[in-house]
């Protein structure tokens, strides 16, 4: 009984030796040579295809204005004093945005929440609503407004 358990104990031993020489033949030859093969033969895709000639969109209050390197500078440079706590530097900071993209709703919406980090509710209504003026569907300046209006009612 013990000869028979050592016997298929080497049976398993040889087996498990053929396993691990399969994945490795798997692996080293049949991947690669599926892959290269599928890769020469795969259907090459159409070029895309270069736009139709459409008009452009006539310009409206709610397209944004183009964006220049000093909006985006002036951008960053309020959430770097907004994240530090220096709201009125950030408010700065976002006004300067302003002067070079009168339509940029984020720094109207910026500005709101400086004002509602200094429990200044009523200037935060008002910048909301001007980033809402510009763009209606604009979720952080609706979230900011809403935030103005409660405090503005437990007042």
């Keep these: 009984m013990s000869e028979l358990n050592n016997e298929s104990g080497e049976e398993r031993g ?9 994945a490795v033949l798997l692996i080293v030859f049949l991947i690669p040579l599926n892959y290269a093969l599928w890769v020469t ?7 895309p295809s270069a736009p139709a000639n459409i008009p452009s969109a006539p310009a409206t209050a709610t397209q944004p204005a183009p964006v220049d390197a000093s909006w ?4 960053n440079e309020g959430l770097g004093f907004y ?4 709201y009125p530097e950030a408010i700065k900071a976002w006004q300067k945005a302003i ?17 509602g980090k200094m429990g200044d509710w009523e200037s935060q209504k ?8 510009i763009n ?15 405090h503005l009612k437990v007042k």
């Design 14 to 22: 040889k087996f498990t030796r053929q396993n691990i020489i399969h």
């Design 99 to 115: 002067a070079v993209n009168p339509k940029g709703e984020l720094a109207y919406n910026n500005i709101g929440s400086a004002y």
């Design 72 to 75: 985006g500078a002036a951008i």
């Design 83 to 86: 994240n530090s706590g220096n």
């Design 41 to 47: 033969l795969k259907p090459s895709l159409p070029a």
């Design 126 to 133: 008002t910048y909301c609503e001007k980033a809402l003026a």
């Design 136 to 150: 209606p569907d604009f979720p952080l300046a609706k979230a900011n407004l809403q935030e103005a209006l409660v």
